[in-house]
């Protein structure tokens, strides 16, 4: 099975400060995609950024920005200019392609707890 | 914008009980996944399908089941619901096809089993 390990469980920096939060993951696949999910404390999930394996560009949206290292199976979140919006449990999440029909599997990290302080 | 709803937001239930979370998504998505999530523990997979009748056990399937007889909605079912059981519960869906697509989140369902 496919595992996504998240081995900060918590972290806390200064506003406008850059953290970086790690994800690695175990897989045989060789086609498979990596996303990072925000999750603020009013809960709702939502998607910050994503990244096709096949690919050796970092993806970057605005602030956040990954460093992808497909032979040590490294995945981690940069963020810069911290903001308190911010502040939030982050995901790390692996999806693949089953062999059986269409079935795409979506597996999640343990989460970073990430706290931006003023 | 994609909505996906579940059906309650706190819900408690005694132990031995059979319990239905329902989850309905409007956007036609042929992918829709059932996760709980405990502290310390993340998003662990329950249950995923890929299209109307089609399920597939994630990894923590022992005493769930699931039930995906329209597209719009999936369900999980609680047998026979145990203390173990007490965790937030989220549902996503996601449209199919190409592997970069997002999943969308429903609110979550906090189940306490008393």
């Known amino acids: 099975a496919q595992t996504v390990t998240q081995s900060q469980p918590e972290m806390s920096v200064q506003e406008a400060e850059t953290v970086t939060l790690s994800c690695t993951y175990d897989t045989s696949e060789n086609n498979y995609y990596l996303f990072w999910y925000k999750q603020p404390p009013s809960r709702q999930m939502i998607l910050v950024i994503r990244q096709e394996a096949y690919k050796q560009q970092n993806a970057t949206e605005n602030r956040f920005s990954v460093n992808f290292q497909k032979a040590a199976k490294s995945f981690s979140l940069k963020i810069s200019d911290s903001q308190l919006g911010d502040t939030a449990m982050y995901f790390c999440?692996?999806?693949?392609?089953?062999?059986?029909?269409?079935?795409?599997?979506?597996?999640f990290g343990q989460g970073t707890r990430l706290t931006i302080n003023p | 914008d994609v909505k996906v709803t579940q059906s309650s937001r706190y819900l408690v239930k005694r132990t031995g009980e059979k319990v239905f979370l329902e989850c309905v998504q409007d956007?036609?998505?042929?992918?829709m996944f059932w996760y709980r999530q405990d502290p310390g523990l993340g998003l662990r997979l329950i249950y995923f399908?890929?299209?109307?009748?089609?399920?597939e056990k994630g990894d923590i399937p022992e005493g769930y089941s699931v039930s995906r007889e329209k597209k719009e909605r999936f369900s999980l079912i609680l047998e026979s619901a145990s203390t173990n059981q007490t965790s937030m519960y989220l549902c996503?869906?996601?449209?199919?096809?190409?592997?970069?697509?997002?999943?969308?989140f429903g609110q979550g369902t906090r189940l306490t089993v008393v």
């Open positions: 399908s890929y299209d109307v009748k089609m399920k």
């Open positions: 996503a869906s996601r449209a199919g096809g190409n592997l970069r697509t997002e999943a969308f």
């Open positions: 999440a692996f999806m693949k392609q089953l062999l059986t029909g269409g079935a795409q599997k979506l597996v």
């Open positions: 956007m036609d998505h042929e992918n």
